[in-house]
């Protein structure tokens, strides 16, 4: 993944000019609320950019967030928004790229949306499944949400992997699927991608 590729993209567009924007992540929200996680439990939004749900977890109350991105550009709009309601101080922003991140604790949850599907390249995603694993505390969960066999096959111009149930069993199966689905998201330009989303959980 390119930083400067990203970081163009964010500062051409604005927030509701990307195809990935959600007004409100709502399956993401309704899944991770039903976990009934402590709000002191440790959460992560890889490629959260400026993705809503660091947001809505902390209006929640949840006290242990860390968003992730590969734009500088991204966590500083992002920022700029938790300024605007005085929580800029309160979630922990990172910039990596996600398979060279090193991090100093483990997390309850590893939320990913439209990320994963972004590594097409065999050694990244071992590396990034690598991370995950040892980043994830034991009876921790991992909810991914990625393009489905039914979705788009490119996304802001660039290849990307394709991933249904079983393909995503596969690749994390050290891992235990607890739910899966698929869900349509509308995007600002009036078209519809189909995502595939599994939560799985990490067993010991």
């Not at 500088?72 to 979630?91: D, F, M, P, Q, T």
């Not at 949306?113 to 050694?123: D, G, Q, S």
């Not at 899966?180 to 995502?195: A, I, L």
Request: aromatic content about 10%; overall charge neutral; proline content about 2%.
């Amino acid at each position: 993944m390119d930083k400067n590729f990203w970081d163009n993209v964010y500062e051409s567009k604005s927030e509701n000019n990307v195809s990935w924007y959600q007004e409100m992540p709502k399956r993401s929200l309704e899944i991770i609320m039903s976990l009934n996680l402590p709000i002191s439990a440790k959460i992560i939004d890889v490629g959260g950019g400026q993705s809503k749900l660091s947001e809505c977890l902390y209006e929640k109350s949840y006290k242990d967030l860390t968003v992730l991105d590969i734009s500088e550009v991204a966590l500083s709009k992002l920022k700029e928004s938790l300024n605007a309601k005085n929580s800029s101080n309160k979630i922990n922003l990172i910039l990596s790229n996600v398979v060279e991140a090193k991090f100093t604790k483990q997390f309850d949850l590893w939320h990913d949306r439209a990320v994963f599907h972004f590594l097409t390249n065999p050694e990244d995603q071992k590396k990034y499944i690598d991370l995950l694993l040892t980043s994830l505390m034991a009876n921790g969960y991992f909810l991914i949400s990625t393009f489905s066999k039914n979705g788009p096959s490119k996304c802001s111009g660039l290849e990307i992997c394709q991933y249904d149930k079983k393909d995503l069993v596969s690749m994390f199966s050290k891992l235990e699927l607890i739910e899966s689905g698929t869900e349509d998201h509308h995007t600002p330009f009036n078209t519809v991608q189909n995502f595939t989303y599994c939560l799985f959980k990490k067993m010991n």
